[in-house]
């Protein structure tokens, strides 16, 4: 006769008091925090101009470790339009008569860390070269969210030529997300064999 496996004893129910998310007090905003969309979009602006100019430090380090020549080129190109991508944020502070101000930007700060990190923890080869496409995509999709998060922004407030801008750079971030996952395939699909 078939026996049954004795279900495992049920963890100890943590306190209600300790897993309550309720909380009966807003966060007080900062001194000079954005009380209009239209602040908000402005810092949002401030903080992508931040990581897009970190970016272009970044890639060349990544280009120098990758090994495949297909993810040197891509990398080597999306160089290229990331120095396009901060003129574009140039125009669009210029567009809102505003001075192009960086803000630093802690989720691509911490992005690319996890890049360096991942670098120095794989042999280079293959498996770098694998580590690098995540590195990289992750900071695609962080780039894809931030602007059309931002283009949404623009057309809500009717900032044309800025929402012209970002819609361009949008379009190059997801061509560069969709190339680096046919490089992924191909540079796994080496290995496998
Ligand atoms: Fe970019
Ligand atoms: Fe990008």
């Excluded at 495992?8 to 309550?20: G, L, Q, W």
């Excluded at 120098?64 to 003129?87: G, P, R, S, Y």
């Excluded at 700060?109 to 991942?118: C, H, N, V």
């Excluded at 770098?128 to 992750?138: E, V």
Aim: glycine share 4%.
């Amino acid at each position: 006769m078939e026996t049954k496996a004795p279900a495992k004893k049920t963890a100890a129910k943590t306190p209600a008091s300790k897993t309550s998310t309720k909380s009966t007090s807003k966060t007080p905003a900062k001194k000079g925090a954005a009380k209009e969309l239209k602040d908000l979009f402005e810092d949002s602006l401030k903080d992508i101009y931040w990581a897009e100019k970190a970016l272009v430090k970044a890639l060349p380090t990544m280009m120098k470790n990758a090994t495949d020549e297909k993810l040197k080129t891509a990398i080597e190109n999306h160089l290229a339009e990331t120095q396009t991508h901060v003129e574009r944020l140039e125009e669009c502070f210029k567009a809102l008569g505003k001075k192009a101000q960086a803000k630093k930007c802690d989720a691509m700060q911490g992005l690319l860390d996890e890049g360096k990190s991942i670098i120095e923890e794989t042999e280079p080869g293959t498996v770098r070269d694998a580590g690098i496409i995540a590195a990289a995509q992750k900071v695609e999709h962080y780039e894809i969210a931030t602007y059309g998060t931002l283009a949404a922004f623009a057309k809500v407030l009717n900032e044309q030529d800025c929402l012209k801008y970002l819609l361009e750079t949008l379009n190059e971030e997801k061509k560069c997300d969709e190339l680096l996952t046919k490089v992924a395939d191909t540079n796994l699909n080496s290995k496998a064999k």
